[in-house]
């Protein structure tokens, strides 16, 4: 069973940068390509990422590309969400993922198999 448990969320300004961290552990150690997604109030949950398990490859959602970067550590179980030049419109909880298609990565929520507990990023103005 993968489990997966997101950290690093927080009230920021707008401009600011932001790093968010998901911890992952499981006990088959099958591996797993890891997303990201976030849900604002009101909102359906959206994609905002996602990186296969070798780091080979890595997608990200148009409304975030250039200024969010995903990167993972499999020897340290960690993956992470750096988001750079933060806005409004990226308030939201963020939630990490996994999918056992480990050598894609795929962008819909119904992909996604595990799901962490989520973080709340505020940006305020």
């Known amino acids: 069973q993968l489990q997966l448990v997101e950290s690093g969320g927080r009230l920021v300004q707008a401009g600011d940068s932001l790093t968010l961290h998901c911890a992952f552990s499981d006990h088959t150690r099958n591996s797993f390509a890891m997303g990201w997604f976030r849900q604002a109030p009101g909102k359906e949950r959206e994609f905002v990422g996602s990186?296969?398990?070798?780091?080979?490859?890595?997608t990200y959602a148009d409304l975030v590309k250039g200024r969010f970067t995903i990167s993972r550590d499999n020897f340290e179980k960690v993956g992470t969400l750096q988001m750079n030049n933060l806005k409004l419109e990226d308030t939201g909880v963020y939630y990490c993922?996994?999918?056992?298609?480990?050598?894609?990565?795929?962008?819909?929520?119904?992909?996604?198999?595990?799901w962490g507990q989520g973080t709340q990023v505020t940006v305020s103005s």
């Open positions: 993922a996994g999918d056992r298609t480990f050598w894609m990565t795929r962008t819909r929520s119904s992909d996604f198999d595990y």
């Open positions: 990186i296969t398990w070798n780091s080979d490859r890595t």
